[in-house]
């Protein structure tokens, strides 16, 4: 499971805030709590339209003086990525790329000879299609455009599009039927989603996320952009992982307990 820390964005107000007035301290105890957590990646999204690049710049230069977890460029402009690219240390992910004009474009070449991972969302111009249907026609689209310019599989990480479930009683449902028809095309790609899109607008968030978890994973979805600090949601994790196999001898789960990564 690729696990990727989500508490390096501006869109949080005090991350925005710690962001804005170059908090460091606050930051780098936020970055080395979700390393501690089990993150594999660190989310860095800065929220700043004007200077986002010099930002997120700083911000990736910040956490890379802190500990050795790649990073994953959070960003809607193809622009910025670009620009932030060539000063990151180590390859982590691109967050992302979608069949909107203007981003494959900019992104796959400077990709294709390099080590970094891409999030593919499936969505273009016209948006999201509302069935999955639609969704896997933008995936084939996506990986024949990887094809082109030599991009492995393996590097895809697929996000099928979460709605919140508050304002589309199908969102996980179409996520679900995307997640399993992907898996049986390409065994490679990996499935990622940003976890608290499902529960946006409604109370009680966390438990939706829980369960939103454990059963995407059994959907077939590998990665994820969560908050690691949620000790609960990350016991569900490690459990979920044993259950379905996918932890040998349950080495992962005793681990993390005996770390106390979820406090049971």
Not at 179 to 204: C, E, Q
Request: charged share 25%; hydrophobic share 45%.
């Amino acid at each position: 499971m690729i696990i990727i820390g989500e508490k390096l964005n501006g869109f949080i107000k005090s991350t925005g805030e710690a962001i804005a007035c170059r908090n460091e301290a606050y930051l780098k105890d936020l970055i080395m709590r979700q390393k501690q957590a089990g993150a594999d990646y660190l989310d860095l999204c800065v929220a700043d339209g004007e200077h986002e690049a010099d930002t997120l710049n700083w911000l990736v230069s910040l956490a890379e003086s802190v500990c050795d977890l790649p990073v994953c460029l959070d960003s809607p402009n193809p622009e910025t990525i670009a620009a932030v690219l060539p000063k990151c240390r180590r390859a982590g992910i691109i967050n992302s790329v979608s069949l909107e004009a203007g981003k494959i474009e900019t992104l796959f070449p400077l990709l294709a000879q390099s080590d970094w991972s891409i999030i593919a969302l499936l969505c273009s111009n016209a948006g999201v299609p509302e069935h999955a249907e639609g969704r896997l026609e933008l995936f084939e689209r996506i990986l024949e455009a990887a094809a082109r310019f030599g991009i492995d599989e393996s590097r895809l990480l697929i996000d099928p599009v979460l709605h919140s479930l508050s304002t589309e009683e199908s969102s996980f449902l179409t996520f679900a039927a995307c997640a399993r028809a992907i898996r049986k095309r390409s065994p490679k790609v990996h499935i990622v989603s940003g976890l608290s899109n499902i529960s946006f607008g409604l109370p009680a968030r966390a438990m939706v996320n829980r369960a939103f978890l454990v059963l995407a994973m059994q959907a077939g979805m590998d990665g994820a952009i969560l908050n690691p600090l949620d000790r609960d949601l990350m016991g569900l994790l490690y459990a979920a992982r044993a259950l379905l196999g996918e932890d040998e001898y349950c080495m992962d789960y005793i681990s993390a307990y005996r770390e106390d990564r979820f406090g049971c």
